[in-house]
């Protein structure tokens, strides 16, 4: 018996974190938030694409990984704890495994190798089947989707974009396909991109197992709010760190910040709320793979559980900092940003915890 | 990511399995609500009618003869004899914890006396206490806490002379459990008052019947589970009842609290709390509609089901911890205490909160569910937030020493 990440596993996360602790910096980051310098962004990008993390999920007959999800949430651990602005959730996890559970044998041969190499880029838009807001959604018929997808992810350089309607069946449409106007939006995570998409007659490649299955759109749904639960932890992680580590620092009235029980408490609090979350999250991921029975409700209690911790860690450790920590010179603001992006992300905690009570028949 | 025990453990689990199934049912003699409301605490609960009625001492020996208790406490002092085995206590816990099986008897004598004089007794202290310790016939409590000596534990002043062959020990304690009920008690004792604060203090056993012991009831708030005071007015014990060496009374005591902060909220009793709690919402209703079809009650019942599900994955990373050396698990076992007494505080506040006015029913009243137990154990666990090391004081152990983080600088007294 071993509860935990694998020694390979560990190390993966482990490259993740160094590569972007020598390269992303604070300023760093804020160039590519503020879409100063696009060589910088696509040269860390490709630093992260020759680690593998986008052949993680790929299965082994396709040229991939053939790992477990588990391993995808190490990796976005390390990318949280980084705050990596670089795709991956959708692109990497949801896409392939969408296209692999639902994809035709075709699809599988053309799609999967080709996300190895990298050559095709996949933008994700769930949301309208989660939650739909302002009237978004997309009809699907006769091979053609018309209508609006908000909130799509992953998806600045993508070739193509995986979408759903709200029955649950997955399909994909072509990034250069006349009929779409793509319009980004601005979200508070300038880490990440955000887009809109209108559809207009577009045709669509659906996915033909999602047609006849409904459950795989929720196991993708399931792999994605897991990533971003990790995501969330990874950021939590390192907010703590940096919020004790200034504490250890910062000094007032003659003595440093945290030898006053009221600083030191906070950090206790942080600290002793994210430290179930490692358990959590990385049952959930196993579960995601290994036991079906528990897979969904585990997966939607990570997402919400851990997104409540991540707010929670993210307001204090902020206040922690004190001013410093409210200025965008620190740039801890970053973390507190993609723990509130990814909160929202695929459904937010009270909408999730409904999914959960539903899950075990509770409301009747 | 193996969750699998193998093929040995998961024999053993079919063994344990087919004696919780033989066993299930069972009462014991001369059952008060007191013992109810302790099934309540530890989540578990003998069935109130039964064929099946043992007594708590011959439950006792059938688990210990089966090794589910004191397993690893030698045959010569009255255990099974085994090896400690962590994943089999896991095993143990969790097939009892399902059934509804009650496991063996606590307290402090079993919990931490047992563990403290395997680690720091005499050969003789051994003999003498160990064996009628397990077997429930000699039951102990602790004397730690004075009035003046709570979180600050090692200031405490009861005082132990040496006087002709023997301890002739004064001063008071309190929040003392069962003392009305023990035949011993393990006393922290200043023996040394030269000596800095933490090296004065021994650790000496007294018998409750020695004259000069006074008890006083001091009752709390749940007006169940009763503490006391425990006044000492020159009482006298012999000289081989100090367990260790003059002045190592501290290290003799920290060396088992440790073990008590991991006991106070086990996650198999809050995981059988919450199925409880999830069945009286499935039961109960407003105007007709259940409980768990409330919007907002059913939302804080998920919150409370997300902490609980994370809190029993942690306790099996830690379990894993302690099987794959050089795991690293952090601050894993510190949070414990302070994680689960909130949580457990939370979940019972929450079934009076659906509850509304029947929540706030107590002890013999009509319409009392489950025994008005929520209140109990709601109030309870205020209690256990408070004791066994506050859980503000937990959060300095966390931060100093699992964050590194600075101790408070040391205030010279204010004239």
Partial sequence: ?364 | MDLNYGAEYEDFRKDVQAFCKEYQGISFKSESNDNNMSDALNGSSAAKKSKKEVTRSEWQQILIEKGYIARAIPKEYGGYGGETDIIKSRIIATEFSKAKVPGGMGGQGIDMLVPTLLEWGSEEQKQKYIRPTLHGEMIWCQGYSEPNAGSDLASLQTKGELIDGNWVINGQKIWTSTAQYSQMMFCLVRTEPQAPKHSGISFILIPMDTPGIEIRPLVDMTLKAGFNEVFFDDVTVPEENIVAKRGEGWSVANSVLGHERGSLADPNATMNRLNTLINMMKEQTIDGRRLIDIPSYRDRLMQVQGKVMASQAHSLRLLSSKINPGQNVKLGGMIQKLVGTELRHELEGLAIDVLGEIGTLYEDSPYLKEDGSFQFTYMYFLGLIIGGGTNQIQKNIISERGLGMPKEPKVTEAS
Avoid at chain 1, 266 to 276: I, Q, V, W
Wanted: proline share 3%; charged share 25%; net charge negative.
């Fill in chain 1, 1 to 364: 018996m071993f509860f935990g990440l694998s020694e390979e596993q560990e190390q993966f996360q482990d490259y993740v974190k160094k590569f972007l602790a020598d390269n992303v910096t604070v300023n760093e980051i804020r160039k590519i938030a503020n879409g100063e310098d696009e060589a910088l962004a696509k040269e860390i990008y490709s630093g992260l694409i020759n680690l593998g993390i986008n052949a993680l999920l790929v299965p082994e007959e396709h040229g991939g990984l053939g790992a477990d999800l588990l391993s995808a949430v190490a990796v976005a651990q390390g990318l949280g704890s980084g705050v990596g602005p670089i795709p991956f959730a959708g692109a990497y996890v949801m896409a392939p495994i969408a296209i692999n559970l639902a994809g035709s044998d075709e699809q599988k041969g053309k799609y999967l190798p080709q996300i190895v190499s990298n050559e095709t880029k996949f933008g994700v838009g769930l949301s309208e089947y989660v939650a739909a807001r302002e009237d978004a959604g997309i009809d699907l018929s006769a091979g053609k989707a018309n209508g609006k997808a908000l909130f799509v992810i992953d998806g600045d350089e993508a070739d193509y974009f995986l979408l759903a309607n709200k029955g649950g069946v997955l399909f994909l449409v072509d990034a250069k396909d006349k009929g779409i106007e793509i319009t980004k939006l601005t979200s508070v995570d300038k880490t990440r991109s955000y887009l809109e998409l209108n559809l207009k007659n577009v045709s669509a490649e659906i996915l033909p197992e999602s047609e006849s299955n409904p459950e795989i759109a929720k196991k993708v749904l399931d792999a994605g709010r897991i990533i971003f639960a990790a995501d969330s932890l990874g950021a939590s992680e390192s907010m703590i760190e940096k919020a004790v580590s200034y504490a250890k620092e910062r000094k007032q009235f003659n003595r440093v910040i945290g030898s006053f029980q009221a600083v030191k408490h906070m950090c206790a609090e942080m600290a002793s709320d994210l430290e179930p979350c490692y358990a959590m999250l990385w049952q959930a991921a196993h579960s995601f793979d290994h036991e079906p029975d528990e897979a969904r409700l585990q997966a939607c209690q990570a997402k919400s559980h851990i997104s409540e911790v991540a707010k929670m860690v993210s307001k204090k450790a902020t206040e922690v900092h004190g001013g410093m920590g409210f200025t965008d010179l620190l740039g801890l603001h970053y973390w507190f940003k993609r723990i509130g992006l990814n909160r929202q992300l695929l459904g937010g905690p009270e909408l999730i915890r409904e999914e959960a009570a539903e899950i075990q028949g509770f409301n009747q």
